[in-house]
């Protein structure tokens, strides 16, 4: 299965200002996923982002608040523009596994504290 | 909408306590179900995927099943290192993966 490498691992940031996550796969992926956890709830989709074209947004997540580039098949970055309090969550990259046994494969996660 | 249901939200076991952890979903065109296991701090790692109803699939003291509505991870005799929050996923005709709430698992030795 892929091996994702996401950055930072974490941060703290102040309100008002953005943070971008960047998330390298270890082979060429045709859609990367971009996902948010809030505080003790489960995971919800931001976006699905595939080379060559603009990403598609899940309900209740817009473009300016969550730009999204996919410069190449092995590399993506999600930025978190004007943060709030309330962007305080994990957030989580994914690929889809391939084979019979497949499996959607995480990174290890963005741990994002806005003060 | 697809929904995925996971009870309970939390279970308190005794070292080689056995138990199941269940996962109720409705869902347009299942192509796969999910079982992950999530660290604290740390992403979900993928467990199983089941496709249809019926299968069955085992991993040391995990066993996944499936059937129309549900689906069940049994943890025989578990240790304290299997305490985590254990996730289940339903992929859609479209590619899209819907995530249940999640049920905390803690073991105690």
């Known amino acids: 299965s892929a091996v994702i490498s996401q950055k930072p691992s974490r941060d703290i940031c102040q309100r008002g200002t953005s943070l971008t996550i960047q998330c390298q796969v270890d082979s060429q992926v045709t859609m990367m996923f971009w996902y948010r956890q809030q505080p003790g709830q489960s995971l919800t989709l931001i976006a699905t982002a595939n080379q060559g074209s603009e990403a598609t947004y899940e309900s209740g997540f817009v473009i300016d608040k969550f730009p999204i580039s996919r410069p190449n098949l092995t590399f993506s970055t999600l930025t978190v523009s004007n943060m709030s309090p309330e962007d305080s969550s994990i957030y989580l990259c994914?690929?889809?596994?391939?084979?019979?046994?497949?499996?959607?494969?995480f990174g290890s996660g963005t741990r994002l504290t806005v003060v | 909408e697809d929904q995925v249901t996971q009870s309970p939200e939390a279970l308190r076991l005794q070292e080689g306590e056995s138990s199941s952890l269940n996962c109720s979903y409705t869902?347009?065109?299942?192509?796969?179900l999910f079982w992950y296991r999530q660290d604290p701090g740390k992403g979900p790692e993928f467990l199983f995927t089941?496709?249809?109803a019926g299968e069955e699939k085992e991993k040391e003291r995990l066993k996944a099943t499936l059937t129309k509505k549900e689906s069940f991870l049994h943890i025989t005799a578990p240790k304290p290192e299997d305490s985590a929050t254990y996730l289940c996923a339903v992929e859609n005709a479209g590619n899209m993966l819907t995530f249940g709430g999640g049920t905390r698992l803690m073991v105690k030795p």
């Open positions: 089941l496709y249809s």
């Open positions: 869902v347009s065109g299942l192509r796969g």
């Open positions: 994914s690929v889809q596994g391939s084979g019979h046994n497949y499996g959607y494969t």
